[in-house]
T-cell receptor
Framework: GQQVMQIPQYQHVQEGEDFTTYCNSS?????IQWYKQRPGGHPVFLIQ?????EVKKQKRLTFQFGEAKKNSSLHITATQTTDVGTYFC??????????????FGQGTILTVHP | DAGVTQSPTHLIKTRGQHVTLRCSPI?????VSWYQQVLGQGPQFIFQ???????GRGNFPDRFSARQFPNYSSELNVNALLLGDSALYLC???????????FGPGTRLTVT
């Protein structure tokens, strides 16, 4: 079945440093979504990428979708303490019978030290 | 507008019992998905319903079932509970079955 892997599992940074998490799928994706979950909270939708090679920016966050639509990355510039949380990628398979199925990676836990 | 709501917030059940979890989507959203999240892991997809029809099913046993009602609210049922069913159960809604999803606060289920 489809697998979505994220690295690193943990990342500790000093406030102001950059942060990147990477997401790799075992199968080609129709789209990929990114979510943020604060400790004790629920996942919050950040963005969806659909096109091969797509790059989207949200303030200090930059999201990329690979040319082969099998990998993605999230980069945060100049982290702040408010960026603390777990970042998940989630992908939908291209075609197949489980079109509605969204597969989440295991997440990257970001800690920001002031 | 109200977000996704789920009930109950917490639940303690005994092995072998049955549980029903409820979810109300954001007004206008026609798709509801259910996920199981164990501590330290990403949400695991259980079901997706769109316009009251099942559009996706994850790798969960037949003890898990769900349905979506005409008002787009949804129920997740789990029979013959096992200790391993203890988890946070998340409901998420969206306009359709491909857009980003909006999660509810979840139901924390503990099976003893």
């Amino acid at each position: 079945g489809q697998q979505v892997m994220q690295i690193p599992q943990y990342q500790h940074v000093q406030e102001g440093e950059d942060f990147t998490t990477y997401c790799n799928s075992s199968t080609t994706l129709s789209n990929i979504q990114w979510y943020k979950q604060r400790p004790g909270g629920h996942p919050v939708f950040l963005i969806q990428l659909v096109k091969s090679g797509e790059v989207k920016k949200q303030k200090r966050l930059t999201f990329q979708f690979g040319e082969a639509k099998k990998n993605s990355s999230l980069h945060i510039t100049a982290t702040q303490t408010t960026d603390v949380g777990t970042y998940f990628c989630a992908g939908r398979n291209a075609g197949g019978t489980s079109y509605g199925k969204l597969t989440f990676g295991q997440g990257t836990i970001l800690t920001v030290h002031p | 507008d109200a977000g996704v709501t789920q009930s109950p917030t917490h639940l303690i059940k005994t092995r072998g019992q049955h549980v029903t979890l409820r979810c109300s989507p954001i007004s206008g959203h026609k798709s509801v998905s259910w996920y199981q999240q164990v501590l330290g892991q990403g949400p695991q997809f259980i079901f997706q319903y769109y316009e009251k029809e099942e559009r996706g099913r994850g790798n969960f046993p037949d003890r898990f079932s769900a349905r979506q009602f005409p008002n787009y609210s949804s129920e997740l049922n789990v029979n013959a509970l096992l200790l391993g069913d203890s988890a946070l159960y998340l409901c998420a809604s969206s306009w359709d079955n491909v857009l980003g999803q909006y999660f509810g606060p979840g139901t924390r289920l503990t099976v003893t």
